[in-house]
């Protein structure tokens, strides 16, 4: 029974927050609501989502823009069976990586203050979408577009922005001149508080964000300046790395892993004497 007094251990000093639990962990909503047995399965569970986030570390530590993901390990309180189920509570760490040069004409990089600034996209007709993966090309119909899912980036007035070629040049306010002209300003937004974009943000793909909600905007800085600059020739990289605590996950799993074993052949072989007709 190591591995039970391990795993008990450690559920029982995660930080208590009085939630119901209903609805909180569905694949174990038809879980008995012994004690221990549900709080052991979903710990389990959630350990499972830290091995499973430090391998989309590794896996998308190449991919611009790429923000990672962090999980926080919440044991919420049922009161009406006096149980508790240890559940995953996932926000983004929303640091910028480092620019690399790539020399590239249509490559941009965001700089901004704590990594708020986003490129903003097409996604559908009525939906805006946000990332920091700056790598366009220009379409057939000679649209800037993302490199991912060819979506149509957008300029300030939120229209299109058309360009004859890639004979670009780009100033650190977004203007792209296009053969020396005009041909728009492209359109950054930088949020204002990380706490709300933590809340509000929701990721598709690798690197593509769209809000739940609108959250408050940041238009200038204490001193007046924008609150950003765009650089041409580079592009964002991927903020994410292997993570330092994945091994201290892995043997947090491991023991759910061992009790929550345990805990089922110890129930299965108690209504098997109960069954039994002798």
């Known amino acids: 029974m190591t591995g039970?007094?391990?795993?008990?251990?450690?559920?029982?000093?995660?930080?208590?927050?009085?939630?119901?639990?209903?609805?909180?962990?569905?694949?174990?909503?038809?879980l008995p609501h012994f004690f221990s047995l549900r709080e052991i399965a979903t710990a389990h569970h959630t350990y499972q989502q830290h091995n499973i986030r430090s391998i989309s570390y590794v896996r998308n530590v190449l991919v611009p823009g790429f923000i990672k993901q962090d999980i926080e390990v919440i044991r919420y309180y049922d009161p009406q069976n006096n149980t508790h189920e240890v559940i995953p509570k996932y926000t983004y760490r929303f640091w910028s990586g480092v620019p690399a040069e790539t020399g590239g004409n249509l490559d941009f990089h965001i700089d901004s203050p704590q990594g708020r600034g986003f490129f903003v996209f097409q996604l559908t007709k009525d939906l805006k979408a946000y990332t920091r993966d700056g790598r366009f090309r220009i379409d057939h119909k000679g649209r800037l577009i993302t490199i991912s899912g060819s979506f149509p980036v957008l300029n300030s007035e939120g229209g299109h922005i058309f360009l004859k070629n890639d004979d670009v040049t780009v100033s650190r306010k977004g203007t792209i001149y296009n053969e020396g002209i005009n041909s728009g300003i492209l359109k950054v937004v930088v949020f204002k508080y990380i706490e709300e974009m933590k809340n509000a943000f929701d990721g598709f793909g690798t690197n593509m964000f769209i809000l739940r909600y609108p959250i408050a905007v940041e238009s200038k800085l204490d001193d007046g300046s924008a609150p950003y600059g765009v650089l041409q020739g580079f592009i964002t990289q991927a903020n994410s790395f292997e993570a330092a605590d994945s091994a201290a996950y892995k043997n947090y799993h491991e023991a759910s892993n061992v009790a929550l074993g345990a805990l089922l052949r110890t129930y299965d072989k108690s209504q098997r004497i109960m069954l039994s007709p002798n």
Request: aromatic share 18%; charged share 5%; glycine share 4%.
């Open 4 to 30: 039970f007094n391990t795993i008990i251990f450690f559920v029982f000093v995660l930080v208590l927050v009085p939630i119901p639990v209903c609805g909180s962990n569905s694949d174990f909503s038809e």
